[in-house]
Antibody
Framework: QVQLVQSGAEVKKPGASVKVSCKASGYTFTTYGISWVRQAPGQGLEWMGWISAYNGYTNYAQKLQDRVTMTTDTSTSKAYMELRSLRSDETAVYYC??????????????WGQGTLVTVSS | NFMLTQPHSVSESPGKTVTISCTRSSGSIASNYVQWYQQRPGSSPTTVIYEDNQRPSGVPDRFSGSIDSSSNSASLTISGLKTEDEADYYCQSYDSNNPWVFGGGTKLTVL
């Protein structure tokens, strides 16, 4: 069965960087893209960006594009999201999610369990 | 950029039917598919509707999706409500300039 297993919780100071991993299993990794979505405590979902596991092409949310980098390692079926210059209001649960695309449209069909990133001095 | 507006909360009794709306602020709701995600407390989201009205395998047919061009909105309808349906529901769509836009979420209470 398809699984996305994320790395554990992180505590970071403002201005630091965090790198969250997402290990995929149960499918051919390079066939699907991975999106990253975050959710601040008590808030809604916010799309951060997407990476093609096939060719590494990325598309980032405009507000984050200067501070975020998404990568994949096809040898280990892992996706990574690095966010730099963290701010305290970026305390959130960060999710990876598999994108299922066909006929020009895409949707998320599987989600990781989430990684809590706490930004605090 | 467009926005997707959902009611903050809805409530209904077990066995009844509830509809959650999702209104697109600009651009046609029919131009790009709408997805719906369910998020139970303390859990990751799951997909209940994709491409306006398609159900992933394993999602009961009590869940249905539709779009209405006249109101420029999408709707998620849940019939035969069960207590396990109590969750937050998010709509999501996109356009060429905005790859993913989520609605603010609707808290469904089944009382």
């Amino acid at each position: 069965q398809v699984q996305l297993v994320q790395s554990g919780a992180e505590v970071k100071k403002p201005g630091a960087s965090v790198k969250v991993s997402c290990k995929a299993s149960g499918y051919t990794f390079t066939t699907y893209g991975i999106s990253w979505v975050r959710q601040a405590p008590g808030q809604g979902l916010e799309w951060m960006g997407w990476i093609s596991a096939y060719n590494g092409y990325t598309n980032y949310a405009q507000k984050l594009q200067d501070r975020v980098t998404m990568t994949t390692d096809t040898s280990t079926s892992k996706a990574y999201m690095e966010l730099r210059s963290l701010r305290s209001d970026e305390t959130a649960v960060y999710y990876c999610a598999r994108e299922n695309c066909s006929g020009g449209s895409c949707y998320i069909d599987y989600w990781g369990q989430g990684t809590l990133v706490t930004v605090s001095s | 950029n467009f926005m997707l507006t959902q009611p903050h909360s809805v409530s209904e009794s077990p066995g009844k039917t509830v509809t959650i709306s999702c209104t697109r602020s600009s651009g046609s709701i029919a131009s790009n598919y709408v997805q719906w995600y369910q998020q139970r407390p303390g859990s990751s989201p799951t997909t209940v509707i994709y491409e306006d009205n398609q159900r992933p395998s394993g999602v009961p047919d009590r869940f249905s999706g539709s779009i209405d061009s006249s109101s420029n909105s999408a709707s998620l309808t849940i019939s035969g409500l069960k207590t396990e349906d109590e969750a937050d529901y998010y709509c999501q769509s996109y356009d060429s300039n905005n790859p993913w836009v989520f609605g603010g979420g609707t808290k469904l209470t089944v009382l």
